[in-house]
């Protein structure tokens, strides 16, 4: 033990989930849930986690019977400092999960959508509106065109504008930063079937920084991104030191000098941001509904069902079919991409309007790596993956299922179904 | 002295094949309460799952522009500052690589 992390760069939270010994019961049931294995320690001995396995999505945070795991990283009194501080101007960018969630620790049933009311109460706080469902549809545009040069390559032999290679089929989505890391700490191999697009997290930030600053009129050193996501997982993603592109293109432009910023400052989860409007008295389920006030908060359906299992390709599959045809597809939703199965596969057959061929496309959607992924991976990595293009999200049921959510006293979590019927609660 | 014969008679189990028939019953009644109380309890395991799910698929249901490439926002930001998709602003901005993590990283 205490052997320093060795799968971490300088700069990164070598691990943004810890077991707090005095809670743990060492009852195992964190083990089932974890994707790598991190959880060390016997049945009945304190666990803890090791943190070079360890993908910080906090699955086991929110699962743990006794609430036993925390997270080391706090930024909540780091945003509240910046959001009094009058001469900085905070872009909160919500993520699409935390809409349907965040109610819950206000009081309001789960699942309920309320958008226009956690605007209203972000405003209240002093943030600016970055929806990261612009990121999300961005994403789609850059992931999308990626996907089909990669499929064109593979299927005509198409190259690039400038001659250059695409990448190899299957493509993995790359959105979620608990499966890039599960990547790079086991499968490197893989590596080149990731997607080489941003999740739309970090687009956002190196948006924000750079064409943001036109938009709020506001120098990118005088502008503080704040990540609000459902995933303990991006706090370690932002912390990420290739992530300060906009800094670079400022500094490059002459617009910014002096000390580095990254692309997103501060991550807030779900969890955190209630506290965070705790702290200031805001009572989100009072709010009157409001709208996103600059282009940053326009989005589209495609960009908000990012947050559920099956949405991101859901969201490639609707673009890459007008891409290719011409011709939007009908009906627009797309039925195999949804639902909890572990995992889904669909075909596509779509007619490229610039070669005037049929292309079959192969789909596949997996979630819950813990249970789902490594027959996948065998396949891809024998070369046998009958596989295109393959969204993979960490946690069971996609973002909306997160490590950063508010926690539902169910699933493993038994001592929260029964609790409510103790005679002393 | 006569030595007192030891004999011990014990009672017939009174037991008719209704009586065992209903405390069986009951038994295998207690026995099968947890049983259906867990299974009620995996049963709603994955119910605020859903419900969050079905938020999510509303939103995108009521959404006046249900597609990506039709965002005029985006298409605005490509106008007015990011070129194209993978462009070459997109590739120092938007995109990004990936390193091997199994060989031990100085940190």
């Known amino acids: ?425 | 002295m006569e030595k007192q014969s030891l004999s011990y008679i014990e009672n017939q189990p009174a037991l008719s094949r209704r009586e065992f028939i209903t405390i069986g019953g009951i038994v295998v009644a207690f026995l099968a309460l947890p049983v259906v109380w867990i299974r009620t309890i995996v049963a709603s395991n994955n119910d605020y799952i859903r419900a969050r799910t079905k938020g999510l698929y509303q939103d995108d249901a009521r959404a006046a522009v249900r597609v990506s490439h039709a965002n005029k926002s985006v298409a605005r930001y490509y106008r007015e500052f990011g070129g194209e998709p993978l462009g070459h602003l997109s590739h120092e901005l938007l995109h990004t690589s990936y390193i091997n993590r199994t060989k031990g990283l100085v940190s």
């Open chain 1, 1 to 425: 033990m205490n052997v320093a992390p060795q799968t971490y760069r300088k700069g990164e939270i070598p691990g943004v989930i810890a077991i707090r010994a005095s809670d743990c019961k060492g009852c195992d049931a964190c083990k089932r849930h974890c994707p790598t294995g991190a959880i060390q320690g016997a049945f009945g001995a304190t666990h803890s986690i090791d943190v070079d396995a360890c993908l910080s999505c906090g699955q086991c945070l929110i699962n743990c019977p006794f609430g036993a795991p925390y997270e080391t990283a706090d930024s909540v009194e780091n945003v509240l400092a910046r959001l009094r501080d009058r001469t900085v101007t905070v872009a909160g960018i919500i993520a699409p999960a935390v809409r349907v969630a965040i109610g819950e620790d206000f009081g309001l049933p789960a699942g309920t959508l309320a958008t226009g009311k956690l605007y209203s109460a972000m405003k209240k706080a002093g943030f600016e509106i970055f929806d990261n469902n612009f990121a999300a549809d961005l994403t789609i545009m850059e992931e999308g065109s990626e996907f089909i040069a990669r499929a064109r390559q593979a299927v005509f032999g198409e190259k690039g504008a400038h001659g250059e290679a695409a990448g190899p089929l299957p493509q993995f989505t790359s959105c979620c930063p608990a499966w890039v890391r599960f990547v790079e700490t086991k499968y490197p191999a893989l590596i080149p079937h990731l997607s080489s697009a941003k999740s739309p997290q970090q687009m956002a930030g190196a948006v924000a920084k750079t064409y943001g600053t036109k938009v709020w009129n506001k120098p990118a050193d005088r502008l503080y991104t704040v990540g609000i996501m459902p995933c303990t997982a991006k706090k370690l993603e932002a912390s990420r030191p290739e992530f300060n592109q906009a800094f670079l293109y400022n500094r490059r432009n002459n617009a910014a000098a002096g000390v580095a910023y990254p692309d997103v400052d501060a991550v807030l989860t779900t969890r955190d941001l209630s506290r965070l409007f705790k702290k200031l008295n805001i009572d989100l389920a009072a709010q009157k509904d409001s709208a996103g006030d600059t282009l940053l908060a326009d989005y589209t359906g495609a960009g908000t069902i990012f947050g559920n299992t099956g949405g991101v390709m859901e969201a490639a599959v609707r673009t890459a079919c007008a891409v290719i045809t011409g011709k939007e597809l009908t009906p627009l939703d797309f039925r195999p991409a949804r639902g909890l199965k572990g995992v889904k596969s669909a075909s596509v057959t779509l007619h490229d309007a610039k070669y005037s061929k049929d292309v079959t496309l192969h789909l596949a959607v997996v979630h819950n790596i813990a249970q789902n992924i490594d027959p996948l991976l065998r396949d891809v990595l024998a070369g046998t993956s009958p596989y295109h293009f393959i969204e993979v999200m960490n946690c069971p049921g996609g973002c909306v299922n997160g490590g950063g959510q508010p926690v539902y006293g169910n699933g493993s979590s038994w001592l929260g179904a029964i609790r409510p019927w103790f005679a002393w609660n």
